[in-house]
């Protein structure tokens, strides 16, 4: 009885320890990109969060799979407090949000790893009429989302220095919303041609869903160190992978320990989780994103591509009805200002016409009791 009582105490404890563990952690929620879906989001980085729990004391980790369109109001609104993101998205929302990086990530695939990617432009393998971006003219595009990087702008920086316009030169340009779907569409033909990120088609071909006989990619032609090392099927220029950043409202202290802990960490020290991340490394450069970004005048350059007075108007209408009210205010108070002061000098010339024709009675008056004096002494 004794002992039976003594085990209901220790379960009492476990759980009374196990709530206060839940009270007291710090809960950390970290947004990702799931450019592949939910799900395999969760798969990939849930084991980012076990790692992170386990390495800092009273911290519990939560992964937050977002869309395309939910990254913005994640931060906004606070939903999160780190983000894991593609690089366009990171420049964008720095400048927007004051988000700063701690990390970026070193991806793997396939049996290799890189910190930098960019974007495949494919066709079906059986497809003859495609062989060249030039090809591409008139046919059915699909790619993932007009945000994702290597989903779609790394491709278009590609079709705008060769001269093409998507939207005039495509017979149909559609976004898919994941990577896996926009391969899919291609491979299905439903689309003709697709634009993913670096490595998609060598992890779908790894877990069995696809077969690279399958398909046929445009290859980029620039060549160099960087491009003749990289390990995966490429179309398009390189740019520095996803990066880890943090909220404006994080504290200094906790990002640095949890950059301190990503970076720490020993390579592959996710085993054998299926996940894509290798390791994390100190932030690099985002410049060539930016540059990218100005080049295809997309937010925050995005009002470059302004053409005409309409779209001036259109653009800086808020601007324009401050500045014509300011300008009508500005024209009332002088026209005021200026009636104002040609009543006010007019009264004061009157006052004055006034007292000279008074004084000038004044002087008259005088004149004639000194004249009616002198006629009676």
């Not at 059915?140 to 702008?153: C, F, T």
């Not at 080049?295 to 350059?301: A, H, W």
């Not at 309409?310 to 209408?317: D, G, I, S």
Request: aromatic share 12%.
């Amino acid at each position: 009885m004794n002992m039976k009582k003594y085990l209901v105490a220790c379960a009492f404890l476990c759980i009374m320890l196990q709530c206060y563990k839940n009270v007291f952690a710090s809960n950390v929620r970290i947004g990702v990109l799931a450019n592949r879906g939910d799900e395999l989001a969760l798969q990939q980085y849930n084991p980012i969060a076990a790692f992170l729990e386990n390495t800092l004391n009273g911290f519990d980790f939560t992964i937050v799979p977002l869309s395309f369109v939910g990254v913005d109001k994640a931060i906004s609104s606070r939903m999160v407090d780190y983000i894991v993101l593609n690089p366009a998205f990171y420049v964008q929302l720095e400048r927007r949000y004051g988000i700063m990086r701690i990390a970026t990530m070193n991806n793997k695939a396939a049996g290799f790893k890189s910190m930098r990617f960019g974007g495949v432009i494919f066709t079906r393998s059986l497809n003859q009429q495609i062989n060249s971006l030039e090809d591409i003219k008139g046919k059915r595009v699909v790619a993932v989302d007009q945000n994702s990087m290597g989903g779609w702008l790394a491709a278009y920086g590609e079709f705008v220095r060769n001269g093409i316009t998507p939207s005039k030169d495509f017979k149909s340009l559609e976004f898919i919303g994941t990577h896996d779907g926009t391969v899919n569409a291609v491979l299905s033909g439903q689309a003709d041609v697709g634009s993913v990120r670096t490595d998609t088609l060598e992890q779908m071909a790894e877990s069995g869903i696809i077969s690279l006989s399958d398909v046929k990619v445009i290859k980029h032609q620039e060549h160099g160190p960087e491009y003749d090392k990289f390990p995966f099927l490429l179309s398009t220029r390189l740019y520095p992978e996803w990066a880890v950043a943090r909220l404006a409202h994080v504290s200094d202290d906790q990002a640095k320990k949890v950059a301190a802990a990503l970076l720490v960490a020993p390579d592959n020290f996710f085993g054998n989780y299926n996940t894509h991340i290798y390791s994390f490394t100190v932030p690099l450069d985002y410049r060539s994103v930016d540059d990218l970004l100005r080049e295809l005048k997309i937010d925050p350059y995005d009002k470059l591509r302004i053409t005409s007075f309409r779209e001036v108007l259109f653009f800086y209408r808020f601007e324009f009805s401050s500045g014509l009210l300011i300008l009508i205010f500005s024209l009332i108070s002088v026209f005021y200002y200026r009636s104002f002061a040609f009543r006010l000098r007019h009264a004061k010339e009157r006052l004055l016409h006034e007292l000279a024709e008074r004084k000038k009675i004044g002087s008259s008056t005088r004149d004639v009791e000194i004249s009616f004096l002198d006629s009676t002494s």
